[in-house]
C-alpha cells in the first residue's frame, strides 16, 4: 500500500537527474516499494550508450546501473521518444542493457500500480 | 490495480505550442490514458494557454498541427480541461477557444483544482 513510480523527463546532464537517483535510492532505502522508472522526453538520453559525460561530472548511468542491480529497479524506456532522438532497438548497442524497451502504455500501467508517481 | 482508489491524472501545460515537443508529448500522454479508460484532466497555464487559442496553423512553418487532436478529447473521455485565467489575462487573450467544454478558472480555483489530483505530469 506504499507503492511508487517515477517519471524521468530530463536527461543525464540535468542536475535533476542527481535528485531523482537521491530521491529513488532514499525510497528503496526506506522500503518502500518502487514499481518501476519511466523514461520519457529528454530523459531517454539516459539509456544512449553513446553518451559521454565528462569523468569528473555526475555519472548518472553508473548510479541507474547500480540500483537496477541491488534492487532489481525497473527502467522503462519510452522507444517513440528515444527513436526521436536516434536510439533505436534495432541497434540493441545503443542502449544500456539495463533498460527495458517499452512505450507509453508501460507508463499507464506504472501509474495504475502505483500508489505516487513522481516526476523529475 | 494496487488499491480501488480512483487514481486521477493532471497534465499541467505550461509551454507554447510548436517551438517544441512538449505539447506533443503532454497530449500522447493524455491520449493513451485516455484510452485505458483512466481519469485524466488537463491544465493550461503560463504560455502553455497559446495551446487552446483558436485560429492557429502550424502548417505556415512545418509543424505538424497537433492541436488538431484536441477536437477529439471526447472519444478518450477528457472532458477537464482547465485554463488558467491570469495566464489569459497577462498576454491579452480571450477566452476563445479551438475546442469545447474548456472551464476557465481563477488563479485560487485553477491551483485547488490541480492540487485535488493525486498525479501531475508537468510540460
Request: glycine share 4%.
Amino acid at each position: 500500500m506504499n507503492k511508487l513510480a517515477v517519471v524521468i523527463t530530463t536527461p543525464p546532464f540535468s542536475n535533476l537527474s542527481v535528485t531523482a537517483l537521491d530521491y529513488i535510492e532514499t525510497a528503496l532505502k526506506a522500503e518502500v516499494e518502487l514499481v518501476g522508472v519511466f523514461f520519457y522526453q529528454d530523459g531517454v538520453m539516459h539509456a544512449n550508450t553513446n553518451v559521454q559525460i565528462a569523468s569528473d561530472e555526475f555519472q548518472a548511468i553508473s548510479h541507474w546501473q547500480r540500483l537496477h542491480q541491488a534492487y532489481k529497479l525497473p527502467l522503462h524506456l519510452c522507444i517513440t521518444a528515444a527513436e526521436k532522438r536516434g536510439i533505436s532497438d534495432e541497434h540493441a548497442q545503443n542502449i544500456h542493457s539495463i533498460f527495458t524497451v517499452s512505450g507509453l502504455g508501460e507508463l499507464v500501467e506504472l501509474s495504475s500500480m502505483a500508489d505516487r508517481m513522481v516526476q523529475f | 490495480m494496487a488499491n480501488s482508489s480512483i487514481k486521477t491524472l493532471a497534465i499541467l501545460n505550461a509551454k507554447a505550442p510548436y517551438a517544441n515537443l512538449a505539447g506533443k508529448d503532454a497530449l500522447d500522454i493524455a491520449l493513451i490514458f485516455g484510452s485505458f479508460e483512466q481519469t485524466v484532466s488537463l491544465f493550461f497555464q503560463g504560455d502553455g494557454v497559446w495551446q487552446l487559442i483558436q485560429g492557429q496553423n502550424g502548417s505556415i512553418i512545418s509543424i505538424k498541427d497537433y492541436l488538431k487532436t484536441f477536437a477529439a478529447f471526447e472519444f478518450y473521455d477528457i472532458e477537464d480541461v482547465y485554463v488558467c485565467q491570469a495566464s489569459l489575462a497577462m498576454r491579452n487573450l480571450p477566452a476563445k477557444f479551438h475546442i469545447e467544454e474548456v472551464q476557465v478558472l481563477n488563479q485560487q480555483e485553477f491551483a485547488h483544482k490541480l492540487t485535488s489530483h493525486k498525479t501531475i505530469l508537468r510540460f
